[in-house]
């Protein structure tokens, strides 16, 4: 018999070992996305950071985002969950406050995942990085998910490619996924063409690990992205039970 004991007398609810902030944004989450549930293989639980759209937290870095940010966080924490993440890799610019703030686990943008590749890199490889939006990643970001600057790091945007553009970052309301499929491809393709010595890929937007599968068909190369860390904390979070005989 297994006996099991509340957690909190502030909720009715148990299970859910992963809250994500997400932004105030309105385009189609498909599945693989981290905005969509179906994504994961256990239960997430969402929290919308209001008036966080992607103007003010990419164009704009607005420094005015923080305090909601620490907000939603702290709800998720109230509301049971294990571990926090987000669902833009542009969240970096506020990782170390927001996990200041809480006494979980927090794990807000991709890019986190940048310097463990890098000690699996041999002498004179590199990381590519394929961004939403390479003129809006800066030093900041980086700083604040340990990536420094001897760790070397391809960086190549989404924001030249037309339906990837209009469809997330103008929010135009819909979203053809296999032209935004190829586009990704090509970008990647074309990044390693120039880039040979680029061993791993980096998917830093949470609208990409869609198209996970098809960048490392082109490419050959492993490619981590928001889902890749977010199982990875999961399985941290609710070990396996193994069975079996000798």
């Known amino acids: 018999m297994t006996v099991y004991k509340i957690r909190s007398k502030t909720r ?14 309105a385009y189609p989450c498909v599945p693989g996305n981290v905005g969509n549930a179906t994504t994961f293989p256990f239960p997430v639980r969402y929290k919308e950071i209001r008036g966080s759209s992607i103007e003010r937290l990419l164009n704009e870095r607005d420094p005015e985002l923080l305090k909601p940010f620490i907000e939603g966080a702290k709800e998720l924490e109230a509301e049971g969950v294990r571990a926090i993440t987000g669902a833009c890799g542009f969240m970096a610019l ?81 979203m053809d996924s296999n032209l935004v499929e190829k586009e990704v491809v090509g970008v990647a393709s074309k990044m390693i063409e120039e880039n040979p010595e680029i061993a791993a890929i980096l998917l830093e937007c949470s609208d990409l690990p869609p198209y996970a599968q098809a960048v490392h068909a082109a490419t050959g190369r492993p490619v981590f992205d928001f889902i890749t860390m977010i199982k990875y904390v999961h399985s941290a979070l609710v070990p396996t039970g193994y069975q079996g005989y000798m």
Request: glycine share 8%.
């Open 94 to 174: 506020f990782q170390k406050q927001v996990a200041q703030a809480v006494q979980v686990p927090v794990f807000l943008s991709s890019l986190l995942q940048v310097p463990f590749i890098y000690r699996t890199l041999s002498s004179g490889q590199k990381i590519g990085i394929i961004t939403a939006n390479s003129k809006c990643l800066t030093d900041e970001h980086f700083a604040n998910v340990g990536i420094t600057p001897e760790m070397p790091v391809v960086i190549y945007g989404m924001e030249d490619q037309t339906e990837f553009y209009t469809s997330v970052l103008e929010e135009k309301g819909t």
């Open 12 to 25: 009715s609810w148990d299970g859910q070992a992963i809250g994500i902030l997400i932004l105030d944004a």
